[in-house]
């Protein structure tokens, strides 16, 4: 490896670093039956809070809310994949890095 291609791959890691920084602050909400429960969480898929409308608490019929929850979380964290994936493509312009989506 010759110097160029060391500040190359320096200059990739810092640029890395700072996304990994961003996706950190960033907040992605997801929600499932039309806004009963939202779910947010940051550009790492990591859940920062869980909102539940009153309405959907049954304390009878249970199955719906945890149904209603999962769906909230998915939705999120895949938003939050794309939201990754893009910052990420943008920083790398679209090389495939191992272990980076």
Request: no cysteine; glycine share 6%.
């Amino acid at each position: 490896m010759n110097f160029e291609q060391i500040r190359q791959a320096q200059a990739l890691k810092s640029k890395l670093d700072k996304a990994q920084k961003e996706l950190k602050k960033m907040q992605i909400e997801g929600e499932a039956g039309k806004g009963a429960v939202t779910v947010v969480v940051n550009g790492e898929q990591k859940i920062m809070s869980v909102k539940i409308s009153p309405e959907v608490v049954d304390p009878k019929n249970t199955k719906n809310l945890e149904q209603l929850i999962i769906k909230a979380i998915n939705d999120a964290q895949d938003k939050a994949q794309k939201a990754a994936a893009e910052q990420l493509k943008e920083v790398t312009g679209g090389l495939k890095i191992p272990g980076l989506f």
